[in-house]
């Protein structure tokens, strides 16, 4: 089980938390904590020409973490068949047929549903690609504040911020 440390909010804490999770229940785990830059270089591996290139599964569990609040872009760029961002190559029919209709579904519980199926086939078929956890990233903002962007995936820009005295 690989980690960065000092990347996500308590980013080690959580990945002991799932280790002892895993070791409850009888899997043993080797834990391996690593600092950002290192663990971006070990867990993708270049591709020369192409920029950072596909990812590998030395690291059987990874332990990243979004800004994200919703399932189908984390989801979609850790399986989709094709995606530019599914660095691992992971492929699945049925998780791309469920990913896609869920994509489409506007009625909460039905799209909850197919998120489901998704997790159940990879508990019963690819375990190792199960997300577990996902932390929510907590932005505040003070009143006279413009221009403050922030993107879907929780990336904060700054460059046209101004404070405004009221």
Do not use: C, H
Not at 2 to 10: D, I, L, M, N, V
Not at 126 to 152: C, H, S, T, W
């Amino acid at each position: 089980m690989w980690t960065p440390a000092g990347r996500y909010t308590k980013d080690r804490q959580v990945a002991e938390v799932v280790q002892g999770y895993l070791n409850a229940v009888g899997l043993k785990t080797e834990f391996k904590v690593w600092e950002w830059a290192t663990y971006q270089k070990n867990l993708y591996r270049p591709d020369p020409g192409k920029g950072t290139g596909k990812g590998t599964n030395d690291a059987n569990m990874w332990l990243l973490g979004t800004g994200i609040s919703d399932a189908d872009i984390r989801l979609r760029r850790k399986l989709s068949t094709g995606d530019p961002q599914n660095l691992t190559g992971y492929s699945n029919p049925d998780v791309d047929k469920y990913l896609q209709l869920a994509s489409r579904e506007l009625d909460e519980k039905k799209r909850m549903s197919y998120y489901g199926q998704i997790q159940q086939i990879l508990w019963e078929q690819d375990a190792d690609n199960l997300p577990l956890f996902d932390q929510e990233q907590v932005v505040g903002v003070r009143k006279g504040l413009n221009g403050l962007d922030i993107d879907y995936e929780g990336t904060i820009d700054f460059k046209n911020v101004e404070l405004i005295d009221r």
